[in-house]
């Protein structure tokens, strides 16, 4: 799909009026030419995942009608489902009022493997799957409460058991 010759996705940033009261999409990229995204489930509400967007992942994104996202450690533009075949299929996409943060909802693709959908590489259904304890106790350590019980499916059948050194 291309757009004419004339045609410009994002505007250039004139004024606040313009950024926050009008119809124009001019997007506000950081330093490093990348503006957040949250994604959600288009059905049940549920934050999948939290990626960066640059400019090129974000007009794929709206040309395709699917999620694309820069990885910042693999530092290279990464379409959701490349290698896991879990796409994500964009429902609608909102930006907030000063335009600098996405709100990404979507469908998943089920795996072709037999697992159910889902959005993060460790096996889970949401990469949110650990809540963070308030007001623990300030002699223990903070200790991460499981919200997802079970895997959605097995990671090491679909990336294998290499390890990522760059995540850590």
Not at 20 to 35: C, M, R, T, V, Y
Not at 66 to 89: C, D, F, I, P, T
Not at 116 to 124: I, R
Not at 139 to 162: M, Q, R, S, W
């Amino acid at each position: 799909m291309s757009a004419p010759k004339n045609f410009r996705l994002f505007e250039d940033r004139t004024s606040v009026l313009q950024v926050e009261e009008s119809d124009q999409f001019a997007p506000k990229f950081d330093a490093n030419g990348l503006i957040p995204c949250v994604t959600m489930h288009a059905a049940t509400r549920e934050v999948l995942m939290f990626a960066m967007m640059n400019r090129e992942a974000l007009q794929l994104t709206i040309e395709t009608g699917l999620a694309h996202y820069w990885s910042r450690s693999r530092e290279r533009l990464w379409k959701k489902g490349e290698s896991s075949g879990m796409v994500q299929n964009v429902e609608r996409l909102l930006i907030d009022d000063d335009q600098d943060c996405i709100v990404m909802e979507v469908r998943l693709t089920p795996p072709t493997f037999g697992g159910e959908a889902a959005s993060c590489h460790v096996g889970y259904r949401s990469c949110f799957y650990r809540e963070i304890p308030l007001r623990p106790d300030p002699n223990a350590p903070v200790c991460l409460k499981f919200v997802e019980h079970e895997k959605a499916f097995d990671p090491l059948a679909i990336y294998g058991d290499a390890p990522n050194p760059t995540r850590l």
